[in-house]
């Protein structure tokens, strides 16, 4: 998971406009100052990256099991649809 972790934190960091070292699990989206568009295109960025579909609705929170909360629950979120995408290939 290191791979997909530092992949999804680079992601977030660039729409920041931060170093991802500066990004951490623990941080808060609505702290690293992420608007909804922000989270759009976050979204849009992994998907293109892990070649996956995140169910995300705006109005909706923990969307298909997944928190956008802390980057870490979006680390983790996408490496569960990951996880499930790799399964159904098995």
């Given at each position: 998971?290191?791979?997909?972790?530092?992949?999804?934190?680079?992601?977030?960091?660039?729409?920041?406009?931060?170093?991802?070292?500066?990004?951490?699990?623990?941080?808060?989206?609505?702290?690293?100052?992420?608007?909804?568009?922000?989270?759009a295109?976050?979204?849009?960025?992994?998907?293109?990256?892990?070649?996956?579909?995140?169910?995300?609705?705006?109005?909706?929170?923990?969307?298909?099991?997944?928190?956008?909360?802390?980057?870490g629950?979006?680390?983790?979120?996408?490496?569960?649809?990951a996880?499930?995408k790799?399964?159904?290939?098995?």
């Open positions: 998971m290191a791979g997909l972790e530092s992949d999804v934190i680079e992601i977030i960091a660039k729409q920041v406009n931060r170093e991802p070292a500066t990004v951490k699990r623990e941080d808060r989206l609505a702290d690293l100052d992420i608007q909804s568009l922000d989270v295109e976050i979204i849009f960025a992994i998907e293109e990256k892990f070649d996956i579909e995140v169910p995300y609705n705006a109005n909706e929170t923990n969307a298909a099991g997944i928190n956008f909360d802390t980057v629950d979006v680390v983790d979120g996408i490496s569960k649809l996880a499930r790799a399964s159904k290939k098995s």
